[in-house]
C-alpha cells in the first residue's frame, strides 16, 4: 500500500499534473493496484497523450496556464530550437539529458510581458536553419522502433493522434505532405469551459498492440534528407493552409489569409504539436 500511495503521489505531480493544485487525477490509481504489472504499461506514450490533451485545452479561449508533463515540453523546447536554451551541464550518457538544462529563475511583471513579447518575435522570425532537427541523432528510431508507430496513444480515457510522418525532418528524411490521420468518431466540445471530449472507435484500442502493421516505413514514405530541413515542393503550401504560421497578429499590410478549418479538408484531426 505504501509503495502504491507513494507512485501515485509521484505520478500525479510528475507526468500526469492537472490545476486542481492539492488534487490527484484518480484515473492513476487504476494502474498502480497489480505492482507487477506496472512496466507492462507505456508510461512515456501515456505522458505524452496527457500532454497533447493539455496543449489543445491550453488553446481554448478562456484557458489560463497550461499543465501535464512540462519537463518534457521544456526539454523539447531546448534540444530542438538553440534560441531557446539555457546553460547546460556537462553530464554522462546513462544520464536523463533533461537533467542537464538549469533554467533560469527568471523576473515577473513588466519583465515577464516583455520577454514573452520578445519570445513570439523569435517565433515569428524563426528559419528553418535556427531548428536542431536530428538533437538524438538520425537513427533515434532504430533505439525505439515505437517512435513510428501510427495511431491513437492513450492514458486512461484520453487518446490522441500520434503520426510520424507529421515530423519526418526529425528522422532525418525529407518532409511530405503526411496522409490523413485516424480520426475520432465524434467529439464535445461545450460552449462554456476549456475541456472537451473525444471518442474513439472500439477496434482504435487494439492498434498499439499491433506495432509492426502500424509502423511507419521511413524509406517508402519519403527518403534521407541532403539537408536537415529539406521538404518537398508541395509541402509549404499545404501547411500554410493548416496552420497559423505566425503568431503576432499583423497590424500593418493587406490581412492575412485565414487557415481552413478542420472539416474544409480531408485532414479531420489536426495536432497542434508533434514531439
Given at each position: ?61 478562456g484557458s489560463k496556464g497550461l499543465c501535464g508533463c512540462l519537463t518534457l515540453l521544456q526539454a523539447w523546447i531546448y534540444e530542438y530550437f538553440p534560441l531557446f536554451r539555457p546553460s547546460q551541464l556537462p ?118 498492440d499491433n506495432v509492426a502493421a502500424r509502423r511507419l516505413e521511413l524509406d517508402f514514405a519519403s527518403r534521407p534528407c541532403e539537408h536537415p530541413s529539406e521538404i518537398v515542393e508541395e509541402y509549404v503550401d ?38
Amino acid at each position: 500500500m505504501e509503495v502504491q500511495c507513494y507512485l501515485f503521489v509521484l505520478l500525479g505531480s510528475t507526468l500526469f499534473v492537472d490545476k486542481s493544485r492539492d488534487r490527484l487525477r484518480p484515473a492513476i490509481n487504476l494502474f498502480l493496484k497489480d505492482h507487477r504489472r506496472l512496466a507492462d504499461y507505456a508510461w512515456g506514450a501515456g505522458a505524452l497523450a496527457y500532454l497533447y490533451r493539455q496543449l489543445g485545452v491550453a488553446t481554448r479561449a478562456g484557458s489560463k496556464g497550461l499543465c501535464g508533463c512540462l519537463t518534457l515540453l521544456q526539454a523539447w523546447i531546448y534540444e530542438y530550437f538553440p534560441l531557446f536554451r539555457p546553460s547546460q551541464l556537462p553530464q554522462s550518457p546513462d544520464a536523463p539529458r533533461a537533467s542537464s538544462w538549469i533554467s533560469p529563475r527568471l523576473p515577473g511583471g513588466d519583465e515577464a510581458r516583455q520577454r514573452l513579447v520578445r519570445y513570439r518575435q523569435l517565433l515569428d522570425e524563426l528559419s528553418a536553419d535556427d531548428v536542431t532537427w536530428t538533437p538524438y541523432g538520425r537513427d533515434g528510431n532504430t533505439d525505439i522502433p515505437r517512435s513510428l508507430y501510427t495511431g491513437p496513444i492513450r492514458f486512461s480515457d484520453i487518446a490522441e493522434g500520434y503520426d510520424p510522418s507529421r515530423c519526418l525532418r526529425q528522422f532525418g528524411y525529407r518532409q511530405i505532405i503526411p496522409a490523413a490521420m485516424t480520426v475520432p468518431h465524434d467529439q464535445y466540445r461545450p460552449a462554456s469551459g476549456s475541456s472537451y471530449i473525444v471518442f474513439w472507435d472500439p477496434w482504435v484500442n487494439q492498434l498499439w498492440d499491433n506495432v509492426a502493421a502500424r509502423r511507419l516505413e521511413l524509406d517508402f514514405a519519403s527518403r534521407p534528407c541532403e539537408h536537415p530541413s529539406e521538404i518537398v515542393e508541395e509541402y509549404v503550401d499545404w501547411f500554410l493552409t493548416r496552420s497559423h504560421p505566425r503568431i503576432t497578429h499583423p497590424t500593418d499590410g493587406e490581412p492575412q489569409p485565414r487557415p481552413l478549418l478542420v472539416h474544409q479538408v480531408s485532414y479531420d484531426f489536426l495536432l497542434l504539436f508533434q514531439i
